[in-house]
């Protein structure tokens, strides 16, 4: 019996209570402002999968511990945010959503030697900066604009407006557009940007229609793609307005009215129910039955996949040390099984992967899957 209780006592000393010896990983995400939603669904989906984790004995031994904290609605909250997050000790931070957020806080982890793997943003600079430690699980803004043009030739337009509300994701996601315009000789007739949250957009149309676009793009979000859209209808202008996948909101409809809305076409990755994937299926009926919801958009997904990234890297490289996590990354990690379908990651730290969907709008306001498009073709 001695020995017995010897061994027990050994064994608490070696392993400690789960308590004092947690891997924190940080989550950044909006819980104000437009993208609100996205914020608590991919709490919501890292609570779960820490919860997956921890039943099967923790990451190397050790519980998880989700850290949340606000992006807010500017650079400054992102950063002192971010801070507050290093100051908790954790090891990962997975976010921001916006590219704007993701590049007010890109340095601080950085010079913290903090991973951060972001999901949402997808301004094509930010994985141009040369920072090693930084990821995302987001397609790029270039590889969208390249869908986008799928889209163009196969429906023969000629003459593009582009518009893009002035944030760092509209200004990236625009100049794309043009640079594929240009290389397939396509016209751009119009470029320009309007002024976010501005309450009438008729004159801004006016002055593009006077270029007699047979298209116009807009790089933006959705808000802001719902005063165009109500604007176009004042006008009683027939044009097409095609969005990114910043307007992927089911927010759009209410906003424009779904009159003004229906007929709008966006390309955007595909939504959660649109997945095919076993992993994405299985994972979403869980979701459905915990949370007796559905997501609302694939970005909570796609934090998952940067959760999965890096307790599977930590788990090969047997450590939450941030080089090791990130070479390993960089060089070889693979997982063909991720919440969307394949992940892993180039040079950069961009996810290798460009499948995107595009959708319209009906008389009722629902996103319509019309096709799909994976590696510039479509399917």
Request: positive net charge; hydrophobic residues 45%.
């Amino acid at each position: 019996m001695k020995k017995i209780f010897l061994l027990l006592s050994i064994l608490m000393l070696v392993h400690p209570a789960w308590a004092d010896e947690t891997v924190k990983i940080g989550f950044l995400g909006p819980t104000t402002g437009p993208f609100a939603s996205v914020g608590r669904e991919a709490g919501q989906v890292l609570t779960l999968m820490a919860a997956d984790i921890n039943g099967r004995g923790g990451l190397l031994g050790r519980k998880v511990e989700m850290v949340f904290a606000s992006e807010g609605e500017d650079d400054r909250t992102a950063a002192s945010a971010a801070q507050q997050l290093i100051q908790q000790g954790v090891v990962a931070v997975i976010g921001p959503h916006t590219s704007d957020r993701t590049q007010a806080v890109q340095s601080i982890f950085h010079e913290a030697g903090i991973l951060q793997i972001s999901y949402g943003a997808t301004a094509v600079p930010l994985t141009e900066k040369g920072f090693p430690y930084f990821f995302r699980t987001c397609p790029r803004d270039d590889e969208q604009a390249k869908a986008f043009v799928r889209v163009l030739r196969k429906l023969n337009f000629k003459k593009i407006a582009v518009l893009h509300d002035q944030s760092l994701y509209g200004k990236s996601l625009a100049q794309a557009v043009a640079h594929q315009l240009y290389a397939w000789m396509i016209s751009t007739v119009y470029s320009g940007s309007l002024t976010p949250g501005q309450s009438d957009d008729t004159e801004l149309l006016k002055k593009i229609q006077a270029a007699a676009p047979d298209m116009i793009f807009f790089a933006g979000y959705y808000p802001d793609a719902a005063g165009l859209l109500r604007a176009k209808r004042q006008l009683q202008w027939k044009v097409p307005l095609m969005g990114g996948d910043g307007v992927n909101h089911p927010q759009l409809a209410a906003l424009a009215g779904k009159d003004a809305a229906e007929g709008f076409h966006f390309l955007s990755p595909p939504n959660p129910e649109h997945l095919e994937t076993p992993p994405a299926k299985a994972f979403l009926e869980r979701f459905r039955k915990v949370h007796a919801g559905n997501l609302s958009s694939v970005y909570p997904l796609l934090a998952g996949n940067a959760f999965l990234a890096f307790t599977q890297s930590a788990t090969q490289m047997k450590t939450t040390e941030t080089k090791a996590v990130a070479d390993y990354l960089h060089r070889r990690y693979f997982n063909k099984s991720g919440l969307t379908g394949e992940i892993f990651f180039n040079v950069w730290g961009d996810v290798v992967n460009d499948l995107y969907a595009v959708y319209f709008v009906d008389a009722n306001g629902r996103f319509i899957l019309k096709r799909q498009i994976l590696h510039g073709d479509f399917i």
